[in-house]
């Protein structure tokens, strides 16, 4: 059996929500609610899901930028600290969404690309080195290492964010929405460059995004996020072939088509209940087209279909007998 680069185990991240005294904790948030999640070396695994749904809270929790409540992150073949701050995730870095906001606006380019490098004691001339051969691998000019930020591109700005995450060799990269902030052209050269990129340093990605047209091309397996838990796991082909969640089903069917026959998106019916919302069911029963008893009363069980297709779900389904339903 393969083992896989990082496993996550029962994770759970809640925020309070104080009342009219401060050390008094009226609610909480439930982020991210129990999350199971196997990512082996190699390939990518895309999670997708609603804004809101707990996808960026579960990549910092999992980069030690977020504190978690509970759970168990093993990663490279040893547990990892659940606490921020932590600096025992050497070999895991970040790109974020916004390239601009990342980078210190007054500092020079190649300082800000070599500062993972600069904070361990290594010397400027060495970091310029390899932030120079860096430079090159994500398609950037050396010419213009003495630049600042705002002399690029957002393109090239989110290039420089690429070749900040890469400068000390990682196994393990989260992009978090890496071109929701782009142009359409220059979203696929991006995703060009970061399969380029895989291949070429033996990278291991986490992909978050909404967009799931760019998830399906990118990824080899895609999870699905729904209230702060994975409620599908499939292959990218296999999810858009035959999505056994009705969440996913929903997701699928909401995407923009040009075809002629079909110019109207379905939508979710219902809006996405309160993360601060305890359920003893199924979270999703409220918008559940094909909901039964037995789903506001009990919380479904994790369900293995066929290879890696799992689904938490009562009564999982494929695409033709969701369709039947609506």
């Given at each position: 059996?393969?083992?896989?680069?990082?496993?996550?185990?029962?994770?759970?991240?809640?925020?309070?929500?104080?009342?009219?005294?401060?050390?008094?904790?009226?609610?909480?948030?439930?982020?991210?609610?129990?999350?199971?999640?196997?990512?082996?070396?190699?390939?990518?695994?895309?999670?997708?899901?609603?804004?809101?749904?707990?996808?960026?809270?579960?990549?910092?929790?999992?980069?030690?930028?977020?504190?978690?409540?509970?759970?168990?992150?093993?990663?490279?073949?040893?547990?990892?600290?659940?606490?921020?701050?932590?600096?025992?995730?050497?070999?895991?870095?970040?790109?974020?969404?916004?390239?601009?906001?990342?980078?210190?606006?007054?500092?020079?380019?190649?300082?800000?690309?070599?500062?993972?490098?600069?904070?361990?004691?290594?010397?400027?001339?060495?970091?310029?080195?390899?932030?120079?051969?860096?430079?090159?691998?994500?398609?950037?000019?050396?010419?213009?290492?003495?630049?600042?930020?705002?002399?690029?591109?957002?393109?090239?700005?989110?290039?420089?964010?690429?070749?900040?995450?890469?400068?000390?060799?990682?196994?393990?990269?989260?992009?978090?929405?890496?071109?929701?902030?782009?142009?359409?052209?220059?979203?696929?050269?991006?995703?060009?460059?970061?399969?380029?990129?895989?291949?070429?340093?033996?990278?291991?990605?986490?992909?978050?995004?909404?967009?799931?047209?760019?998830?399906?091309?990118?990824?080899?397996?895609?999870?699905?996020?729904?209230?702060?838990?994975?409620?599908?796991?499939?292959?990218?082909?296999?999810?858009?072939e035959a999505p056994a969640h009705p969440?996913?089903?929903?997701?699928?069917?909401?995407?923009?088509?040009?075809?002629?026959?079909?110019?109207?998106?379905?939508?979710?019916?219902?809006?996405?209940?309160?993360?601060?919302?305890?359920?003893?069911?199924?979270?999703?029963?409220?918008?559940?087209?094909?909901?039964?008893?037995?789903?506001?009363t009990t919380l479904p069980p994790i369900?293995?279909?066929?290879?890696?297709?799992?689904?938490?779900?009562?009564?999982?389904?494929?695409?033709?007998?969701?369709?039947?339903?609506?």
């Open positions: 059996m393969i083992t896989p680069l990082l496993e996550v185990q029962g994770l759970k991240v809640h925020f309070p929500i104080r009342g009219a005294l401060p050390w008094i904790t009226a609610a909480e948030v439930h982020a991210v609610n129990g999350v199971d999640l196997r990512v082996y070396k190699g390939e990518t695994l895309g999670i997708v899901g609603e804004s809101g749904c707990g996808k960026t809270t579960l990549g910092s929790a999992i980069l030690g930028l977020q504190s978690a409540n509970s759970g168990q992150i093993n990663f490279d073949g040893r547990e990892l600290s659940l606490n921020a701050h932590a600096d025992d995730r050497i070999g895991m870095q970040v790109i974020f969404q916004d390239p601009f906001a990342s980078l210190n606006p007054r500092r020079k380019v190649w300082k800000t690309v070599g500062e993972p490098l600069l904070v361990t004691g290594v010397q400027q001339d060495e970091v310029r080195v390899k932030v120079t051969e860096v430079f090159k691998s994500v398609g950037l000019q050396t010419t213009h290492l003495d630049r600042l930020p705002h002399e690029f591109s957002g393109g090239q700005r989110q290039r420089l964010a690429i070749a900040r995450a890469l400068v000390r060799r990682p196994k393990l990269v989260v992009c978090d929405e890496p071109v929701s902030a782009l142009d359409v052209s220059v979203q696929s050269q991006i995703l060009n460059l970061l399969n380029q990129l895989q291949i070429d340093f033996d990278l291991t990605y986490i992909f978050i995004s909404h967009d799931l047209g760019v998830v399906k091309n990118v990824s080899d397996r895609i999870a699905v996020m729904y209230l702060g838990r994975i409620v599908e796991t499939a292959s990218a082909e296999r999810l858009f969440y996913t089903h929903a997701l699928l069917n909401s995407i923009p088509r040009l075809s002629a026959g079909r110019r109207r998106r379905k939508v979710i019916k219902g809006e996405l209940p309160s993360p601060t919302q305890m359920f003893l069911g199924c979270p999703f029963q409220a918008r559940c087209p094909i909901s039964i008893d037995i789903c506001g369900v293995e279909l066929s290879g890696d297709h799992s689904v938490q779900c009562h009564q999982p389904h494929t695409n033709t007998l969701h369709k039947a339903k609506e």
